[in-house]
């Protein structure tokens, strides 16, 4: 989806690093996600945001955090990465609680 | 926990012919339900959503819900090659913001 903007799109780091990846969204959802995908587990929830400054966490939360100052940047901090944290990003975004999501073009990360 | 169960496959079908892909879900207070489909490397793209019990047709496509059963599927008319993808079924409870909970997909492929 071209309104939901993910940066880095691939970023190699060590162990034990901080690591902070971005969605930028243009579409004004008021609902945004983090995902993560790996073979054999499908997409699981990391985070989601309801408003600027709510948050909660998802069914794979730990060593995540997330933060969104403004409705357009939601971000998330893997605070010391692991190399279980080796997977594709998505961030999306939606409208309401029944609302389709839409997608960004997700971050491929590889803990080393 | 809520749980979207669907086939992993490979499903494969001559071209031409009728896809049908199927997916159960463990929560029966589930509202939305929306299928994507994700080519490989490619973030998922929404292919149809569906709310209410019975038939939803769009094109080749044609989603089915049938509540009861807790049920859900995906007909896709006269194949191509470019449907070859992985099929993700989602569904969304309604009753918080956490977003939709995705099944592991089904790849589709489409044999000339």
């Known amino acids: 989806d071209a309104g939901i903007t993910q940066s880095p799109r691939h970023k190699v780091t060590e162990t034990g690093t901080p690591v902070t990846l971005r969605c930028h969204q243009t579409e004004n959802h008021r609902y945004m996600y983090w995902y993560r995908q790996d073979p054999g587990h499908g997409l699981r929830l990391i985070h989601y945001?309801?408003?600027?400054?709510?948050?909660d966490k998802g069914e794979v939360s730990d060593g995540y955090s997330v933060s969104r100052s403004k409705t357009e940047d939601f971000l998330l901090t893997l605070e010391s990465a692991t190399s279980s944290q080796t997977s594709v990003y998505f961030c999306?975004?939606?409208?309401?609680?029944?609302?389709?999501?839409?997608f960004g073009n997700g971050t491929r990360l590889t803990v080393t | 926990q809520k749980e979207v169960e669907q086939n992993s496959g490979p499903l494969s079908v001559p071209e031409g012919a009728i896809a049908s892909l199927n997916c159960t879900y463990s929560?029966?207070?589930?509202?939305?339900f929306f299928w994507y489909r994700q080519y490989s490397g490619k973030s998922p793209e929404l292919i149809m959503f569906?709310?209410?019990?019975g038939d939803k047709e769009d094109g080749r496509f044609t989603a089915q819900l049938n509540k009861a059963s807790q049920y859900v599927s995906l007909l896709i008319r006269d194949s191509q090659p470019s449907d070859s993808a992985t099929y993700l079924c989602a569904v969304s409870s309604g009753g918080g913001a956490d977003g939709l909970t995705f099944g592991k997909g089904t790849h589709l492929i489409i044999q000339p």
């Open positions: 999306a975004g939606g409208a309401g609680r029944n609302s389709p999501l839409h």
């Open positions: 569906i709310y209410s019990n």
């Open positions: 945001s309801y408003g600027v400054k709510d948050t």
């Open positions: 929560d029966r207070g589930s509202q939305s």
